[in-house]
């Protein structure tokens, strides 16, 4: 093969690297001097004809850099301003004379020069503090060249945030103190401080205070946690006073609430989401850290949250889970640290009767409100989507619906009075069959459960729920005679879940290697199967019941289908279409891992065609690196030293998001475990004003700190 001449393969190169070519590839840093001038005699040499003054042109922008060149009137030095002000006031970090000395001037020498604006990194000013140099993403900028008499001004637009890179980025680390992290300096109590991210040029502000949530006798100092998947919500749909209500959920503790303004990014704490206990004997309840696993703002009301609480301690055998609905009543205003949000409470599911566990039970007879423990994890409309697991995250559990109605206490008289419209034994529906509920996703405000599968394998899972071989099979063989119906060990879930069915397929974990069988007639223990990769197994071999939902996920129709009875796949199915990874689905956009996107109303879109894809490695300057390798496609010579990571890189993608799939997320946790111990010092605290309600009002820090138990 010929190979690129060296002049021309490293003019592309070096352009790659100066400005961070393959927007969403590598991403690599430009590593000027200090005064970020940089001169290259292999840089391919514009034509001569002149274009006054200084023949200043951009040759390029990223997301954090630009790179201008420029041909100097003499061999002295030039300076340049850059800012994202018309008026050069403020500058941005990495030019600023100030902050980084002669980081505006391009030290002389040579009359063809470049400057790089913009490093990938932070730097440490005279003050002590250490600055993001980096530019900030999709923003224009104002620079001004000086040269001796001669100035010339103009703009540049730093490139979007691209969507695909070659490697994650390593952590910051400061060369000149080892040991030591090289991330911009954070201001403890500056909740107006900005920041550019170093890495990808996003503007940070910051929301949470590390005094926001301490420890008081009502709830315990735990630190923020913050959404692992894009298909978690904080925020409500609907503006309040120009911004919007945000939850931000704590690590054991009660989430805090903020608002805040997107246009100009102002955010106020507007205290700690909690409920107090409530001694209501009919309607009370015990103090609650309201569910901010995703946050259950109303649709239409900006001021209503939704959570559910617990009747009484869960080693309490006539334990009930309720609904309760807050509404915010503090106008906005900011309050000082670890002080509550100012909500009134009210049980819209009252006792003895009508508790959120007996409207599930008496909608359908088959739940047990004493086996499952529910997590509300989304409000659609008018909606809200339950999710009832008999364990942890990936165990068998129910998918309930609860229709709102006019938000006041069930049962009463009236017509639209809250109460359960739809529920799903997950693991009984034929096309969900030995499946474990990993999430449930909010969807928007459309009638449509969005539900992730997993096998019930694992402890947290309560499986797996196995059978075993009673004789040898050769790999040919259809006929398997089995020791019963399946049996779980595990202690955590019922030892019998249901018998195995035509259709159920079986992981078979032998010695020789393990296969999938798919039963097609059952005669009591003799199973006849289908197999497509047959193997021979041994007498004793394990035959794991697996989910029968291939893609991983399903999607309900629950107005059309309340009980989740369909088998003719139209109400209750998996798409085929996106599969086998994390999405977003927010009605009408449907998301995919690798930026695949779906667009149109929900309903009528699920399973139909991809509309379009976001490209991992868009082009620079007419360059394109590669941000994606599949193991087994071939890297282009030209390419191989852009990314001699990444194709052995990719080959354990799967198998890790497999193995984490599998893994219960932190955030993932009962209803009990979240709720404080101390039942009778909150009952000293509440004021309940008529049945069912409840106001909590700002409280000071102090008081003695207590660890919540289940």
């Given at each position: 093969?010929?190979?690129p001449?060296?002049?021309?393969?490293?003019s592309?190169?070096?352009l790659?690297?100066?400005a961070?070519?393959?927007l969403?590839?590598?991403q690599?840093?430009?590593?000027p001097?200090?005064?970020?001038?940089?001169?290259?005699p292999r840089?391919?040499?514009?034509?001569?004809?002149?274009?006054?003054?200084?023949?200043?042109?951009v040759?390029g922008?990223?997301?954090?850099?630009?790179?201008?060149?420029?041909?100097?009137p003499?061999?002295l030095?030039?300076?340049?301003?850059?800012?994202?002000?018309?008026?050069?006031?403020?500058?941005?970090?990495d030019?600023?004379?100030?902050?980084?000395p002669?980081?505006?001037r391009?030290g002389g020498?040579?009359?063809?020069r470049?400057?790089?604006?913009?490093k990938?990194?932070?730097?440490?000013a005279?003050?002590?503090?250490r600055?993001?140099?980096?530019?900030?993403?999709?923003?224009?900028?104002?620079?001004?060249?000086?040269?001796?008499?001669?100035?010339v001004?103009?703009?540049?637009?730093?490139?979007?945030?691209?969507?695909?890179?070659?490697?994650p980025?390593?952590?910051?680390?400061?060369?000149?103190?080892?040991?030591?992290y090289n991330?911009?300096?954070?201001?403890?109590?500056?909740?107006?401080?900005?920041?550019?991210d170093?890495?990808?040029g996003?503007l940070l502000?910051?929301?949470?205070?590390p005094?926001d949530?301490?420890?008081?006798?009502?709830?315990?100092?735990?630190?923020t946690i913050w959404?692992?998947?894009g298909s978690?919500?904080?925020?409500?749909?609907?503006?309040s006073?120009?911004?919007y209500?945000?939850a931000?959920?704590?690590?054991g503790g009660?989430?805090?609430?903020?608002?805040i303004?997107?246009?100009?990014?102002?955010?106020?704490f507007l205290?700690?989401?909690?409920?107090?206990a409530?001694?209501?004997?009919?309607?009370?309840?015990?103090?609650q850290?309201?569910?901010?696993?995703t946050?259950?703002?109303?649709?239409?009301?900006n001021?209503?949250?939704?959570?559910?609480?617990n009747?009484?301690?869960?080693?309490?055998?006539?334990?009930?889970?309720i609904?309760?609905?807050?509404?915010y009543t503090?106008g906005?205003?900011?309050?000082?640290?670890?002080?509550?949000a100012?909500f009134?409470?009210?049980?819209l599911?009252?006792?003895?009767?009508?508790t959120?566990?007996?409207?599930?039970?008496?909608?359908n007879?088959?739940?047990?409100?004493?086996?499952?423990?529910?997590?509300?994890?989304?409000?659609?409309?008018?909606?809200?989507?339950?999710?009832?697991?008999?364990?942890?995250?990936?165990?068998?559990?129910?998918v309930?619906v609860?229709?709102?109605?006019d938000?006041?206490?069930?049962?009463?008289?009236r017509?639209?009075?809250?109460?359960?419209?739809?529920a799903?034994p997950?693991w009984?529906?034929?096309?969900?069959?030995?499946?474990?509920?990993?999430?449930?996703?909010?969807?928007?405000d459309?009638?449509?459960?969005?539900?992730e599968?997993?096998?019930?394998?694992?402890?947290?899972?309560?499986?797996?729920?196995?059978?075993?071989?009673?004789q040898?099979?050769n790999?040919?063989?259809?006929?398997?005679?089995?020791?019963?119906?399946?049996?779980?060990a595990?202690?955590?879930?019922?030892?019998?879940?249901m018998?195995?069915?035509v259709?159920?397929?079986?992981l078979?974990?032998?010695?020789?290697?393990?296969?999938?069988?798919?039963?097609?007639?059952?005669?009591?223990?003799?199973w006849?199967?289908?197999?497509?990769?047959g193997?021979s197994h041994?007498?004793?071999?394990?035959l794991?019941?697996?989910?029968?939902?291939?893609?991983?996920?399903?999607?309900w129709?629950f107005?059309?289908?309340?009980?989740?009875?369909d088998?003719?796949n139209?109400?209750?199915?998996a798409?085929?279409i996106?599969?086998?990874?994390?999405?977003?689905?927010?009605?009408?956009y449907?998301?995919?891992?690798?930026?695949v996107?779906?667009?149109?109303?929900?309903?009528?879109t699920?399973?139909g065609?991809?509309?379009?894809?976001l490209t991992?490695?868009p082009?620079?300057?007419?360059?394109?690196?590669?941000a994606?390798?599949?193991r087994?496609?071939?890297?282009?010579?030209?390419?191989?030293?852009?990314v001699?990571?990444?194709?052995?890189?990719?080959h354990h993608?799967?198998?890790?998001?497999?193995?984490?799939?599998?893994?219960?997320?932190?955030?993932e946790?009962?209803?009990?475990q979240?709720?404080?111990?101390?039942?009778?010092?909150d009952?000293l605290e509440?004021?309940?004003r008529?049945?069912?309600?409840?106001?909590?009002?700002?409280?000071g820090?102090g008081?003695?700190?207590?660890?919540p138990?289940c």
């Amino acid at each position: 093969m010929n190979r690129p001449s060296r002049r021309m393969y490293i003019s592309w190169a070096t352009l790659a690297s100066l400005a961070s070519v393959v927007l969403g590839a590598v991403q690599a840093p430009v590593t000027p001097t200090e005064s970020g001038q940089t001169t290259s005699p292999r840089l391919p040499r514009r034509s001569r004809q002149a274009t006054p003054p200084l023949d200043l042109r951009v040759v390029g922008a990223t997301s954090t850099q630009a790179l201008l060149s420029y041909t100097a009137p003499s061999a002295l030095p030039c300076s340049i301003e850059v800012s994202e002000s018309r008026g050069f006031s403020p500058l941005v970090h990495d030019v600023n004379p100030g902050l980084f000395p002669g980081s505006n001037r391009d030290g002389g020498g040579e009359l063809s020069r470049f400057f790089v604006i913009g490093k990938k990194t932070s730097g440490l000013a005279p003050d002590g503090k250490r600055y993001s140099r980096a530019l900030q993403a999709n923003t224009v900028h104002y620079y001004r060249l000086t040269c001796g008499a001669v100035s010339v001004p103009g703009t540049f637009t730093t490139t979007n945030i691209p969507v695909g890179k070659t490697f994650p980025e390593p952590l910051p680390l400061d060369k000149a103190n080892p040991g030591q992290y090289n991330f911009p300096t954070l201001e403890p109590g500056d909740r107006d401080q900005t920041v550019v991210d170093p890495n990808t040029g996003a503007l940070l502000r910051r929301v949470t205070l590390p005094g926001d949530l301490g420890s008081t006798r009502f709830w315990d100092a735990s630190q923020t946690i913050w959404y692992d998947s894009g298909s978690f919500e904080a925020c409500s749909k609907v503006p309040s006073n120009g911004g919007y209500h945000c939850a931000v959920p704590s690590d054991g503790g009660p989430p805090r609430m903020y608002w805040i303004d997107p246009a100009s990014g102002a955010v106020r704490f507007l205290g700690v989401m909690y409920a107090p206990a409530n001694g209501d004997s009919q309607n009370g309840w015990r103090s609650q850290y309201p569910t901010a696993v995703t946050a259950l703002w109303d649709s239409q009301r900006n001021n209503v949250y939704y959570t559910l609480a617990n009747t009484r301690s869960s080693e309490d055998p006539a334990r009930k889970q309720i609904l309760l609905m807050g509404t915010y009543t503090g106008g906005d205003h900011a309050v000082p640290q670890n002080t509550a949000a100012e909500f009134i409470w009210t049980n819209l599911t009252p006792g003895p009767e009508d508790t959120l566990s007996d409207l599930l039970a008496r909608y359908n007879r088959s739940f047990d409100p004493a086996k499952f423990t529910c997590q509300a994890r989304a409000v659609q409309g008018d909606y809200l989507v339950v999710v009832c697991r008999r364990y942890y995250q990936d165990s068998y559990g129910w998918v309930a619906v609860v229709h709102l109605g006019d938000r006041q206490p069930a049962g009463l008289e009236r017509a639209d009075t809250p109460r359960v419209i739809a529920a799903v034994p997950v693991w009984r529906q034929p096309r969900s069959r030995w499946c474990g509920i990993h999430s449930l996703n909010p969807a928007g405000d459309t009638p449509v459960a969005a539900v992730e599968l997993q096998d019930l394998f694992g402890d947290g899972a309560t499986g797996p729920y196995a059978t075993t071989l009673t004789q040898d099979v050769n790999a040919s063989s259809t006929t398997f005679v089995v020791a019963g119906e399946p049996t779980s060990a595990n202690r955590n879930g019922d030892p019998f879940l249901m018998g195995a069915a035509v259709g159920d397929r079986f992981l078979v974990k032998g010695s020789g290697g393990e296969e999938t069988v798919t039963i097609t007639g059952i005669n009591g223990n003799t199973w006849q199967v289908s197999r497509r990769n047959g193997r021979s197994h041994r007498s004793g071999t394990a035959l794991w019941a697996e989910c029968s939902a291939e893609t991983g996920n399903i999607f309900w129709w629950f107005l059309e289908d309340p009980s989740g009875a369909d088998t003719t796949n139209r109400h209750y199915f998996a798409d085929r279409i996106l599969w086998d990874g994390h999405r977003v689905t927010r009605d009408p956009y449907d998301i995919m891992e690798e930026y695949v996107i779906r667009v149109g109303p929900l309903t009528r879109t699920l399973n139909g065609p991809i509309t379009f894809a976001l490209t991992h490695s868009p082009s620079f300057a007419g360059a394109a690196g590669v941000a994606r390798r599949e193991r087994g496609e071939k890297v282009p010579v030209e390419l191989r030293r852009a990314v001699p990571h990444q194709v052995d890189e990719q080959h354990h993608e799967h198998e890790q998001r497999r193995e984490h799939d599998q893994k219960p997320d932190d955030h993932e946790q009962p209803v009990e475990q979240l709720a404080p111990a101390d039942v009778e010092a909150d009952l000293l605290e509440g004021r309940a004003r008529g049945p069912g309600v409840h106001v909590s009002r700002p409280r000071g820090s102090g008081g003695s700190a207590r660890s919540p138990r289940c």
